[in-house]
């Protein structure tokens, strides 16, 4: 009888492991499943964006098991190399008017074109209290360097250059520029007290809802073009799961929230 009981207690351990073995090996076919599955997108992202863009990443790679490699630059610089077949996937660019021109030059997806974010331009100066809530100081001088983006290839020096026309300063102020090729080049400058002041994203100065230090004047959106800036699906990721999923992953509520968080503006729904 206790062999017996024996016996039975043997068989009843050895069908438990057996179950476990058989979970274990589940979950493993099932990971590496989902491995075989994840794919890669390599992303193309202006300068201004770069920061929010490396929180929206990593939250992506975590939530879907896709990677996501990116490269930062002047928006102009990507439409050259974008044209000339440098392999990218997705675009975010800082405006919406070089994606449209990609679609044209049939190098990106006509309907996969959306405005991800709306940017906010400031003038801004490391140095509290330099620069007054109006921008007056570009008027009144007082400094001698003046920091922004080269205007032929980034969105927000083309931005500061409309707001100076409007000002009626650009002639006055145009020996002052230091241009930086994108616009974390014009913040660096700032940053580091080669230029008194510039016009630089909102983003790059914007922490836990104020201006993170420094002093700064937040242009007034009417003295410029919207800075709208689109994503778009470039041609040759058509078939690519990851790019597909950062795209709509772009459009979700914690995409969003980090986007708002670091001073942009989401535009409304079409």
């Known amino acids: 009888m206790n ?33 075989a599955r994840a794919e890669t997108v390599r992303i193309a992202v202006a300068a201004n964006f770069a920061a929010p863009l490396q929180r929206v990443a990593a939250e992506f790679e975590k939530d879907t098991g896709h990677r996501a490699l990116v490269s930062v630059g002047a928006t102009g610089k990507f439409y050259a190399q974008i044209s000339q077949g440098a392999p990218f996937d997705v675009f975010l660019s800082a405006d919406d008017e070089t994606p449209a021109r990609l679609v044209a030059d049939s190098a990106a997806v006509a309907d996969s074109r959306f405005t991800y974010a709306v940017g906010r331009l ?24 003046l920091a922004l983006a080269n205007p032929k290839t980034a969105p927000y020096g083309a931005a500061a250059v409309e707001v100076m026309k ?35 994203a ?68 079409p």
């Open 3 to 35: 062999t017996m009981l024996r016996m039975a207690t043997t068989g009843l351990r050895l069908s438990a492991a057996a179950v476990a073995m058989a979970v274990t090996i589940s979950a493993a076919m099932a990971g590496t499943a989902a491995a």
């Open 122 to 145: 400031v003038l801004w100066s490391a140095q509290p209290g330099f620069v007054d809530e109006q921008g007056a100081v570009l008027k009144n001088g007082g400094f001698r360097h």
């Open 166 to 200: 409007a000002r009626g300063l650009l002639d006055a102020l145009s020996p002052r520029f230091v241009q930086g090729e994108n616009i974390a080049q014009a913040h660096q400058f700032v940053a580091s007290g080669n230029a008194e002041l510039g016009f630089v």
């Open 202 to 269: 909102l983003s790059q100065v914007w922490t836990d809802g104020r201006i993170a230090q420094g002093s700064a004047w937040r242009v007034p959106a009417a003295l410029h073009t919207p800075i709208r800036q689109d994503a778009v699906l470039l041609t040759g990721a058509r078939n690519n799961a990851a790019a597909l999923a950062l795209l709509r992953y772009l459009r979700g509520e914690k995409a969003r929230a980090v986007i708002v968080s670091h001073g942009y503006e989401l535009a409304p729904p």
